[in-house]
Structures are given as C-alpha cells and as structure tokens.
C-alpha cells in the first residue's frame, strides 16, 4: 500500500528500524516542518521528500498517512488527510480532546475511510501469550492486575541531548508539557482492554512531583502531571492499578493475579519478553514471606517463587519480509535490542494496511481506541481529588485474530512441582502454632 510519513522527528527512526519486515508498506516519501530533518531522514533512507504536508494529500497515489507529528498537530493533520481522501495511522494520542476523538472517527467513517493510532504493542508476541493464557484459564479467574509504568527520575538522566539514528532529539520538553500518562499510559491500558474489555469506572490521581524538572526552561502548562495512579474497575468484574511516573527508577512489570496463579512479564518494550507463570502453592506462597527466598534466586528457584517461562505465542513474518543475514553489527544490534528492548512499531500499520486492502476490520478498532483515549485522559486529567469518574464510552474486545496465531491447542504451562506437592501437609501442620 502506497504511504506517506508526515513527521520526522525521534519516533520516526523508531518506524524506519522494522519497515523493511513489512513488504505491504511501501514508502512513497516523507515530510517535515523542518528541512534539516528530511534531509538527514533523505541521506539516512534515501526515501523521496515532498515539499509540505499539501503535496502528500495532492498525491493521488498516497493511500495511507502516518502521522508522526507532535501531539499538538495531530487534529488538524488527521482532520486534512481524511478530508483528501487518505486513511490515517496517528501517533498516540489521537489528540488530548475526547470529544474531538470521536469526531476525527465520525468524519472517518463518513468518508468511508480507515483511522487507527498507536500504540499496537498489545498486538506482540508477549501480549498475545498472555491473552491466551488468561484466555486458558491459567491464572483461574482473574482478580487484579498490577501495571506499572515507572520509567526512570528521565530529569536526572541529561535528556536534552538524547538522539535517534538520525539526529533527532527526544523532545522532552513536549513530554514533560503533555504529561508521562497521556504520551505512556495507553501502552498499558492497551494490553489491559485487550485482555479484560472495557472499563466502568477509574479512580484516579494525578499530581506533578518534580514541578522543576526543566530546570530553567518555562513549561507550558508548568503543572502538567509527571505522575498518576488508577484504580480500573472493569465490566468483567477484574480491577486493574496502573502507576505512570518520571519520577521513580524503571520498573514496568505487569503481573495478572488470578485464584490459580500469577502471570507477569516486566516491560511493554520488547515484542517478545519473555512471559512467567507462577502456579500458587503452599510452598511458594509461604516462602516469599522469608528474606532468605526473596533475596535468592537459587532458593526463589528452588521453592517456585516468581514461577517459569511460558512458551510464547509467535507471529509468524510477513510473506515477502527479507531474512536478515548475520554481520557483526547485525549480531551487536540484536544483543542490544534484547536487553533493552525491540518494538515492532510498523506491526500497526501494516495490519492496517492489510485490512484496508480485504475490507477486513482495523486491528484497534474506532471504539478500542477511543476508549483508550479517555481512559488515558481520565488519569492523566485526575487532580489530586481522587474522584470516580464514569466512561462514557465502551468498546468489545478485539477479536481473537487479531493477535499471533497459535496452531498448539493443547498449550502447556509449567505447574506445581514435585517438592511443592510433598510439602502441603506439612506447612499445614507447620501453621498450626
């Protein structure tokens, strides 16, 4: 499908790094506000640069248009390019404006049109392991989910001059105006919807911690939230607290609790991280409770604390996508994503595309992404006032295909082992003091 990428600033390298993985994308060219940065995007890329976002929409053979621009523009960009007869895949949010939200998808669906945004990491490997596994039964009936999205005190890290392949500079200064929850929250609240459906009600708060994280550069607005937290009551009866912060070390474990277990992995950022399941036992439910087990991982090990890998759920490569041979900074570059993680960004355009092209439905469909959206905007607009709000809108939950096929029916999952089973009686005996 022919596309057109408006916006080349730092997520745009993000995109570029997997494109090639995705054949039913084809790049007709790219603009930018700023020339230096087509000109580095044009060298890096050799992609062709149209003069302004105007000759993109004038472009009768430009089908798609990614909006990679700042949250700021996104209304008015999505808003020209359905206008011009384009379907649309946006950066995250759609924009700050619920309202706006779903006006941006009447004028789609008016127009016959497909509008779909970010993120579509609920679409990886991971989360459809996990999708199944809940699915499965697994963890029993689910009960509550932790997510938490802590991504580093980011002010002490010298963000200023952080940059993408291409030069281009993280911009801190729009992510500390907007707000961690409305630029992070919906790759949580993704993968929340997607397992368990809609939300009721939240209970939020919302407060900015680090009120001089700028140091002396003057925000707008300088209030804007750098921390939230929600507590997610949803329709299907789970409850869900999600933490968004700048201000605490890294942590973005998601854990599913349940009567039989705990399923969890512990960050968004790596298409296929690695999936754990805990079966509860009396042995590894008493043996957390001593220093000894949680400092060790031979004894956690041992007792069945934190539980085993769960094979993943793989999608399989785009028909035509290129085997990447082996080279020593291809082998470097893949010891590096492994650690820190390896986003497939382009998995939501190019299921988009695919759907546009048999008619079929959006993998994050209008209702899914507008229920995220306000989701998001519940927390991020909180206060400290802690009020539940009700949402005004609902969604059903993507359907089954969406998320990697699996041809084992019969899955397995790592179960109680033999030393958990011989000790139920005796720390039955052991509690009774």
């Not at 009721?200 to 750098?226: E, H, M, N, W, Y």
């Not at 096929?405 to 000790?423: H, I």
Request: hydrophobic content about 35%.
């Amino acid at each position: 499908m022919k596309t057109a990428i408006v916006g080349c600033g730092y997520v745009f390298d993000h995109y570029m790094s997997t494109w090639d993985q995705h054949p039913i994308l084809e790049l007709k060219g790219v603009t930018d506000l700023k020339p230096d940065r087509t000109k580095s995007v044009s060298e890096a890329y050799g992609v062709h640069v149209y003069d302004n976002f105007e000759a993109i929409l004038a472009d009768p053979e430009v089908e798609l248009v990614l909006n990679f621009t700042s949250i700021d523009s996104h209304a008015e960009i999505i808003r020209s390019a359905l206008e011009a007869g384009k379907h649309v895949y946006t950066e995250k949010p759609v924009t700050e404006d619920p309202e706006e939200v779903q006006a941006l998808f009447a004028l789609a669906a008016e127009r016959g049109l497909y509008l779909s945004s970010a993120p579509c990491n609920m679409l990886s490997d991971t989360v459809s392991t996990m999708r199944r596994a809940v699915r499965d039964g697994v963890v029993g009936t689910p009960r509550v989910v932790y997510a938490e999205f802590d991504d580093n005190p980011i002010y002490l890290m010298k963000p200023e001059g952080w940059r993408s392949k291409t030069g281009a500079p993280w911009p801190w200064k729009d992510e500390y105006e907007h707000g961690c929850t409305v630029e992070h929250a919906g790759y949580y609240l993704t993968w929340l919807v997607a397992m368990f459906g809609p939300v009721a009600r939240i209970t939020a708060f919302s407060k900015a911690t680090v009120p001089d994280k700028a140091g002396d550069v003057a925000l707008q607005p300088p209030d804007s939230a750098d921390f939230s937290v929600a507590c997610l009551d949803f329709e299907s009866g789970v409850t869900a607290r999600v933490t968004m912060s700048i201000s605490a070390p890294y942590d973005q474990r998601f854990r599913v609790i349940g009567d039989k277990g705990e399923l969890w992995t512990d960050t968004y950022r790596h298409f296929q991280n690695p999936v754990y399941f805990e079966p509860f036992t009396q042995l590894s439910l008493n043996a957390r409770k001593a220093r000894a087990v949680r400092s060790s991982g031979m004894l956690r090990k041992i007792f069945g604390v934190g539980g085993k890998r769960v094979p993943l759920v793989k999608r399989p490569a785009d028909p035509g996508a290129p085997r990447r041979g082996f080279s020593p900074k291809a082998w470097v570059q893949r010891q590096k994503k492994s650690q820190l993680g390896a986003q497939d960004k382009c998995l939501g355009p190019a299921l988009l595309a695919k759907a546009i092209e048999t008619g079929g439905e959006s993998p994050l469909p209008p209702d899914f992404v507008m229920h995220v959206n306000e989701l998001t905007m519940a927390m991020h607009r909180a206060g400290t006032e802690g009020r539940p709000i009700e949402l005004k809108t609902s969604c059903a939950m993507p359907p089954l295909e969406t998320f990697a096929a699996d041809s084992d029916r019969s899955r397995a999952y790592p179960g109680p082992g033999a030393l958990s089973r011989l000790a139920e009686k005796l720390i039955e005996r052991l509690h009774r003091h």
